[in-house]
């Protein structure tokens, strides 16, 4: 196919760490402009990767015809609207998590991309480890064959740890102030909780999107429960995914490595996976199944796809999937469930339902 031609919004830690590196690496895309409203940070980052064209921010960027298609990692309370002007001006939008900070904003976003007739793509980078596509892979087997019985019981748990890992691709710097926009959380949010709520739906967000994955529960997700300390991160959280009970643990700890696993009990076994700290190039989730009843063994399989990083194989779906008709295994339009729940989480934390 001629390859897609891309833009980029915010030349921030994830872009150059992480984004604009994959981007460039696909044959299948040209990354002709960015946009960044730091202009000297802009410069230095146009210059660094050659990219022919910067612009001032992501509404002149929009203007461009050239451009089909704009991946954006901005600060949380500007990314939904970054996205939505992007996506009401035709082009097909890759997107950093959060997609958006209330269940409005996102409603809006998925309306801009049906009316504009472009597709919206969430960088749930969870959903494209190769380690996590082998989970997976074994609980839908599971499920469909009854070897281990019934799926009887759900688990994640993150307490996090150290997510850079040194990863030492280079970033340019300047001192310029980082831009400031309000955000645009849910009012019946007090004041006082939109740091602790902020804090909390961008940290597990990834970790409920996997397990709604994992469960191919789509949106048949219920939140039961919600015991949370006063800091509005650390606890347990119960939900009711595809009407099987599924615990998540939220929680920190000053670990040198990453600590995130999750379990998905069978009556006669499991299937276990340990996330890889997420900027840990190349290293996908390790996946162990075992089997109990008569057979009482325990397997570690290995994914095909040898050594692969979650992040570069998103944006490889991203760029593989524009021109498709298939939807984004993490599209907008499934993400607004995503959105849902860290509203009713918070809501029930608030003893407002
Ligand atoms: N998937 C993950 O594992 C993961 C990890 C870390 C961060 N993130 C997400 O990535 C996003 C970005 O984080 P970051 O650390 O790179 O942020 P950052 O602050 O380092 O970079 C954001 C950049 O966007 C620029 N910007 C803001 N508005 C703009 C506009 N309208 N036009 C052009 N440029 C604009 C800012 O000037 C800044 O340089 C956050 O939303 C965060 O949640 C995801």
Redesign the pocket.
């Known amino acids: 196919m001629d390859p897609v031609r891309l833009g980029y ?7 150059q760490k992480v984004h604009i590196p994959n981007f460039i690496s696909l044959p299948n895309c040209e990354l002709l402009a960015i ?4 202009n000297q ?1 802009g410069q230095k980052v146009q210059q660094k990767h050659q990219i022919p064209k910067l612009y001032q ?2 509404i002149e960027l929009a203007k461009d015809d050239e451009i089909e298609a704009v991946a954006v ?4 309370a ?2 939904g609207q ?1 996205a939505k002007d992007l996506l009401s001006a035709g082009k097909h939008v890759f997107m ?3 997609m958006a900070v209330s269940v409005k904003q996102a409603e809006e976003m998925v309306k801009a991309a049906e009316s504009a007739g472009v597709k919206l793509m969430v ?1 749930y ?1 969870k959903r494209y480890d190769a380690g996590n596509e082998l989970a997976r892979s074994y609980i839908d087997q599971f499920r469909q064959s009854g070897e281990l019985g019934a799926l009887t019981y759900v688990r994640n748990h993150g307490f996090g740890g150290d997510w850079v890992c040194n990863l030492d691709t280079p970033r340019v710097t300047t001192d310029e102030a ?2 400031s926009a309000p955000n645009p959380v849910p009012e019946w949010l007090p004041e006082n909780r939109v740091g602790s709520y902020l804090g909390y739906l ?1 940290q597990y967000t ?1 970790n409920i999107n996997l397990l709604r994955w994992l469960l191919d529960a789509g949106d048949d997700v219920k939140v039961k429960v919600v015991d949370l300390d006063d800091d509005g991160y650390s606890g347990i959280v119960i939900f009711e995914m595809a009407g099987i009970r599924a615990i998540l643990e939220s929680g920190s700890i000053s670990h040198y490595r990453w600590d995130e696993h999750t379990q998905i009990y069978f009556q006669h076994g499991w299937v276990h996976t340990w996330a890889p700290p ?1 900027l840990l190039k190349n290293t996908p989730a390790e996946v162990e199944i075992y089997r109990a009843g008569d057979d009482q063994e325990v397997t570690q399989p290995i994914p095909k796809p040898s050594w692969t990083w979650a992040y570069h194989r998103e944006v490889e779906h991203f760029i593989q999937h524009i021109r498709m008709d298939e939807p984004f295994r993490s599209s907008g339009q499934d993400t607004l469930t995503d959105v849902r729940l860290y509203e009713e989480i918070y809501r029930q934390f608030l003893g407002l339902d």
């Open positions: 919004v915010g030349c921030g830690f994830m872009a946009a960044e409203v730091r940070l921010d992501h990692s901005a600060g949380f500007m990314q970054i950093e998590k959060p960088g980078m980082q831009p961008q990834h997420l």
